[in-house]
């Protein structure tokens, strides 16, 4: 085990350097990306994430009912509910996984409501699921490897053309360096061999954390990410989210446990019922008579 | 891959798609009524007889009937099961060769040696007409041949899923589908192994055999009638069992949701169990019938069947036994009316072409998403 | 850092390789592939030896080409499957069909626009027939995948078998072949098919392809070991030289797909595979990637189609392009296990030559030593009651019965080895090494 973990800086010197000497965002995303670079140190006037008004009913059950927020640049914040208040849909709507029926979703002022998720994550905005979902038959590694953006080799034709491939080779060099390093970041570099199918739930969890920031991303939604996890790999997760939000990543996290929001998030926002109940830091949430009732509602 | 975002997509991309066909079912009804008032205008129109439609639509009608009826067990293995049975069409062979064994032998019984009549004439030299099965002159045999071709037919699938689909049950549908596709080739040559592999004819005929029914200018076949009789008959028969028993309730609830259905304490294996004896016993009925209607008999005819059948079952909407009926009507109609507008090489092209355009439509199909109900 | 690699090294599988001798093991690897696909040849040539060494050389040579020809074309159909279903998890069975289109097109290009029987074409050069032939199965992919991708995989497979039997039906019908000949003064022939263009192969050793023309090389090769020194036929001795030709393609084949899956390319295509909303939220558009791989594994179908029945003199719809001719290549790549590109070619050669023609030749072999009438019908052989009418009857019909064996293994695989012969080796997705660390990775320490 390495005893020197690298910290958020690293990777991130790690990702710039890559950036700049293989072309990664070579793409025709390209420009979003260069932008996000710079936005991700430099807070630009918008938010990075904002929803107004969402609503999203399936058949007859409406899961959101009218939801607005924002998620601050830079910030942890925690999104809170009771079963079935809408978190989980909310998520999925911002992320593009389901059409809202109404309302807007806003990523640093864009209009990007109903992006399939894949334009989502190019633009910078990556999430990991609630059950993780690691690609069991991939090695470590290669999950990490599959997540950055502006893959030359993704290009049929560059893969197999033996004068282009040599790019290829180049660029792969340099993904699989930093895959190491997040790696290292996460102390599961011991892994990095092994099929993911073979991780503990817990290593799971860091694994989908790491391949999430391999897309070089600006906004990280963490769906109940310490769920299920020991309470020494809770405090890894915690530690390493709160050093990547110091280097400017921004995260929106969803979990369960109270306690966990209330300790380590700056901000807290509350849903009930598929609107937004009260919004505020720990301490305004724990003393809010609407959210006690809304919880001991749920929790008799 | 956004569900309900895909969707709209797609209905978006639908939309045109639908007012494409909306338009030209429009030109081909046009076309259809230019036709029958004699009247032609460039290319559209002819002249096509009243006598000519009816009978074509006729014929559609009983086709569609013995695929729909063939249907019902493909889309009830589809809904409770989960997987495409790629067997389903053998089971239609195994339902003919067997339940016209077992007429021949009622029928044939002391004028023709025994083992040219179960082996429906591979062996010895006896004609069609020698054995004479025909539902007027020898009824008996035809109408135990039809029960014998239910039962040994179900009997068949439900060893079939003993031994081959029994073990994969918490298999993805993929790997199954690939095993129903071995089960098939097995039964399938099995057939030919045992039967032979020549085309041959089963019915005999008999004079008078046809009424006409003067003022719609039909002439009915005793047989084709006997089909609808029959077919009507066993998809009543379904629809009380699924509405009225336990046992009904319990299939409806597995193919609607299999977990929930699950977790109330329905029990699956007897479940299982049945939806093979029903759907198996209908696959080997609809054989039966198909021959009845046809008038020969081949080892593959249930294979080159299957992909109709298919096309019905989607057209219907998967896990719809209704569904499966009226998609069998649609493509059996499909299949015969549409030789007044393209060569006959085409229609089984025509029919497979409506199973696609209409996945691609509205891959719920015709009922949107309605199971077994 | 040694500490951390090592314990990777414990808990990788047993196929992984240690990394201190990583280069030498990786070396006997790659060989073994080779290895293992040469040494089932020779298996195979052996026993096509026992089988045939009665009859003389020429039987021996003739039946190892008729064994190789299928093993190969079996080989590249696999090969071509494998990408489609074993890299990106697409269940497409129209295999029929592609192959189908690629052939057609190809004769209607090339055949002579005036021929002295069969079908008109536009008589245009065997390359140029090659190139349509693989557009055009490609164009078809692509109309088909466009909506079709979106859907789940079993309903892919029936619009794919749907549009194999289409493909089908057209060319089977004298309408179709009639319009054909009246729009574009081409024809397909119908059910009666049409005569495939001139193997060039034949023309390297024959000048024009005249029988009684030999070229020097020809001239070289008949002298060594034709009719009059080794007595091997002609005919079988140019048949070796485009087997040779079909050889290279699969090289270039099994080539190609390696380097596609060893790249970021293949990765992205493993993670839809697997998950695909896992590679959608990472940045990947899987429709996309979907569709282009499709219309890949169309194409090379398409040239399938064209190598194996292009170089058969005829090809007709039925029965040639039959949907049993989609599960034969299904059933070769199941037997090798999907996903691998060496289990592909293995699953062609062992599936062309010990469960395609393997049953056939040993079923003949066993009735040629049998003293016994044949009963005219299953019936007839088992009222006879005497096990030798029956084994003569099963011996002169073993089609059907290899057709039960071909469907009991096809069931027994999907039981007990879903993975396949070689599937449970899972292939590195990417263009470099990821065995073990870079050097240059742990100056960080």
Not at chain 1, 14 to 25: L, Q, R, S, Y
Not at chain 1, 53 to 66: C, E, I, N, P, S
Not at chain 1, 234 to 251: A, C, V
Request: negative net charge.
């Amino acid at each position: 085990m390495s005893s020197d973990v690298p910290d958020a800086s690293d990777v991130a010197d790690a990702a710039d350097e890559v950036d700049a000497a293989d072309a990664i965002t070579d793409e025709p995303e390209a420009n979003d990306s260069a932008v996000e670079e710079a936005a991700k140190h430099v807070p630009s006037g918008a938010p990075p994430l904002r929803v107004e008004g969402l609503v999203k009913r399936f058949g007859g059950v409406t899961a959101v009912d009218g939801a607005s927020f924002e998620v601050e640049q830079g910030s942890l914040t925690g999104l809170i509910g009771p079963n079935g208040a809408g978190k989980s849909t909310t998520f999925n709507c911002i992320t593009g996984v389901h059409e809202p029926t109404a309302g807007s979703v806003y990523f640093k002022g864009e209009d990007v409501t109903g992006l399939e998720p894949y334009r989502m994550a190019r633009k910078g905005l990556v999430r990991t699921f609630q059950i993780a979902r690691e690609l069991s038959e991939m090695t470590v590694l290669e999950n990490l490897m599959l997540a950055p953006k502006g893959q030359l080799g993704e290009s049929a034709i560059r893969a197999v053309t033996p004068g282009l491939r040599g790019d290829v080779v180049e660029q792969e060099e340099a993904i699989r360096e930093r895959a190491w390093e997040t790696l290292d970041f996460f102390e599961i570099d011991h892994l990095a061999t092994e099929h993911a199918g073979n991780l503990s739930g817990g290593q799971r969890k860091l694994l989908e954390m790491a391949r999430a920031l391999m897309t070089d991303p600006e906004v990280v939604l963490l769906d109940e990410p310490l769920a299920g996890v020991n309470p020494t790999l809770e405090e890894k997760l915690l530690d390493r989210i709160h050093q990547l939000r110091e280097d400017g990543y921004t995260f929106l996290l969803v979990e369960h446990d109270m306690d966990v929001i209330m300790n380590n998030c700056e901000h807290v926002i509350v849903m009930h019922q598929g609107s937004v109940l009260a919004e505020g830091t720990g301490d305004e949430i724990r003393n809010d008579e609407r959210v006690i009732e809304a919880y001991l509602g749920e929790d008799v | 891959m956004g569900t309900t975002e895909s969707s709209i997509v797609d209905s978006a991309r639908a939309r045109p798609g639908l007012l494409l066909v909306a338009l030209l079912g429009g030109l081909l009804l046009v076309d259809l009524a230019a036709k029958l008032a004699g009247l032609s205008v460039g290319p559209v129109g002819g002249a096509l007889s009243a006598d000519r439609l009816g009978s074509n639509l006729w014929n559609g009608v009983v086709i569609g009937l013995v695929v729909g009826l063939a249907g019902i067990g493909l889309s009830m293995t589809y809904s409770i099961l989960s997987f495409a049975n790629f067997s389903h069409g053998d089971l239609l062979s195994t339902g003919a060769f067997t339940g016209w064994g077992v007429a021949f032998l009622i029928a044939g019984f002391g004028d023709v040696p025994v083992r040219a009549l179960l082996s429906v004439r591979d062996a010895g030299s006896a004609s069609a007409g020698e054995v004479g099965a025909h539902i007027l002159s020898t009824p008996v045999a035809v109408l135990a041949g039809l029960v014998a071709a239910f039962a040994i037919t179900a009997a068949v699938a439900l060893a079939l899923d003993r031994a081959f689909y029994k073990p994969m049950r918490d298999r993805d549908g993929i790997s199954i589908l690939i095993a129903s596709i071995g089960a098939a080739l097995v039964v399938r040559y099995a057939i030919q192994f045992v039967y032979g592999s020549d085309r041959r004819g089963v019915t005999a005929s008999v004079d008078a055999s046809n009424l006409a029914f003067g003022p719609l200018g039909l002439s009915v076949n005793a047989h084709e009638l006997t089909i609808v009789v029959a077919a009507i008959g066993l998809m009543l028969a379904m629809h009380f069992m699924l509405q009225r028993t336990k046992l009904g309730t319990a299939m409806r609830a597995m193919a609607d949701n299999k977990d929930l259905a699950l977790v109330t304490g329905i029990p699956a294996e007897r479940v299982v169990t049945a939806t093979w004896i029903i759907g198996g016993g209908l696959a080997g009925a609809s054989g039966y019938l198909y021959v009845l209607l046809r008038g020969t008999i081949q080892f593959d005819f249930g294979w080159l069947l299957l992909l109709l059948i298919f096309a019905a079952v989607i057209l219907g909407g998967i896990g719809s036994v209704y569904g499966a009926i009226a998609g069998g009507l649609v493509i059996g109609i499909v299949f015969t009316t549409s030789t007044i507008w393209i060569p006959s090489d085409f229609n089984e092209a025509a029919a497979f072409a409506v199973m696609i355009t209409m996945l691609l439509l509205r891959p719920e199909g015709l009922f949107g998403g309605v199971s077994t109900a | 850092m040694t500490d951390a690699s090592s314990s990777g090294d414990r808990d990788a599988p047993a196929d992984e390789r240690p990394e201190s001798a990583t280069a030498a093991l990786l070396d006997a690897a790659k060989r073994s592939d080779l290895g293992l696909v040469l040494g089932t040849l020779l298996v195979v040539y052996l026993a096509a030896t026992v089988l045939t060494f009665a009859d003389g050389l020429n039987s021996v040579v003739g039946l190892m080409r008729t064994l190789t020809f299928l093993g190969l074309v079996y080989a590249l159909a696999a090969l071509a499957l494998n990408l489609q279903w074993g890299y990106a998890g697409l269940f497409n069975i129209g295999v029929a069909g592609f192959m189908a289109l690629g052939v057609y097109t190809m004769g209607i290009v090339v055949r002579s626009p005036d021929p002295a029987f069969g079908p008109p074409g536009f008589g245009l050069p065997l390359p140029v027939g090659i190139a349509a032939g693989m557009l055009v199965a490609a164009v078809v992919g692509l109309l088909a995948a466009l909506p079709a991708l979106r859907l789940k995989a079993d309903y892919l497979a029936i619009v794919t078998l749907g549009i194999s039997e289409i493909v089908r039906l057209f060319l089977q019908s004298s309408a179709f072949d009639t319009f054909l000949r009246d729009s574009l003064g081409v024809g397909t022939g119908g059910g009666r098919g049409m005569g495939m263009p001139r193997n060039p192969v034949r023309d390297l050793f024959l000048v024009d392809g005249q029988a009684g023309t030999p070229t020097a090389f020809g001239e070289l090769v008949f002298g060594v070991f034709g009719e009059d020194a080794l007595g091997v036929s002609n005919s079988i001795l140019i048949d070796w030289g485009y087997i040779a030709v079909l050889a290279a393609f699969v090289i270039a084949f099994y080539v190609l797909l390696e380097r596609l899956g060893r790249s970021p390319f293949g990765r992205t295509l493993k993670a839809i595979r697997e998950d695909e909303l896992v590679a959608d939220s990472l940045g990947k558009n899987v429709d996309l990637i979907k569709v282009k791989v499709f219309v890949i594994g169309c194409a090379l179908m398409g040239l399938v189609g064209i190598l194996w029945f292009g170089s058969q003199g005829n090809v007709s719809p039925t029965p040639q392009f039959m949907p049993l001719l989609t599960f034969y290549v299904f059933i070769a790549v199941i037997i090798g296990g999907s996903g691998s590109n060496t289990g592909s070619v293995l699953g062609g050669i062992v599936f062309a030559t010990v469960l395609f023609e393997g049953p056939r030749r040993v079923g003949a072999s066993v009735r040629d030593v049998i003293d016994a009438e044949t009963p005219p019908s299953f019936a007839d052989a088992v009222a006879a009651l005497d096990p030798t009418a029956f084994l003569a009857f099963a011996t002169d019909n073993v089609a059907p019965l290899q057709f039960i064996l071909l469907g009991l293994i096809l069931v027994f695989i999907m039981h007990r080895r879903p993975d396949g012969i070689l599937g449970d080796r899972i292939e590195t997705a990417a263009a470099v090494d990821l065995s073990e660390r870079p050097s240059g990775g742990e100056t960080d320490e």
